[in-house]
Nanobody
Framework: QVQLVESGGGLVQAGGSLRLSCATS????????MGWYRQALGKQRELVAT???????NYADSMKERFTISRDNTKNTVYLQMNSLKPEDTAVYYC??????????WGQGTQVTVSS
């Protein structure tokens, strides 16, 4: 059974912070590049950030200065620290695992709402 379980979403005011977590099945986590994606109402799903097994990171340009992705390989968990949140960050945020053999796994998502 493969599971990716997101937590940490919620409602915050503009300028506030949230930390998202995604706990992942260990056999998948240890062999995957992990990522965060988001999908706003009426828009396509887009990349937020990724992190490889070795800790190399990649960010969407609009998020690099405000968001930080990290992973704890002892806990099989990936995190997304979000600072200086804006109303346009409102979206469902999804955890993603890109398995070394090509399979892609998705969590169910967690809602982030930023009020102005």
């Amino acid at each position: 059974q493969v599971q990716l379980v997101e937590s940490g979403g919620g409602l915050v005011q503009a300028g506030g912070s949230l930390r998202l977590s995604c706990a992942t099945s260990g056999n998948i986590f240890s062999r995957s590049t992990m990522g965060w994606y988001r999908q706003a109402l009426g828009k396509q799903r887009e990349l937020v950030a990724t992190i490889t097994r070795a800790g190399n990171t990649n960010y969407a340009d609009s998020m690099k200065e405000r968001f930080t992705i990290s992973r704890d390989n002892t806990k099989n968990t990936v995190y997304l620290q979000m600072n200086s949140l804006k109303p346009e960050d409102t979206a469902v945020y999804y955890c993603n695992a890109a398995y070394v053999f090509g399979t892609v796994y998705w969590g169910q998502g967690t809602q982030v709402t930023v009020s102005s």
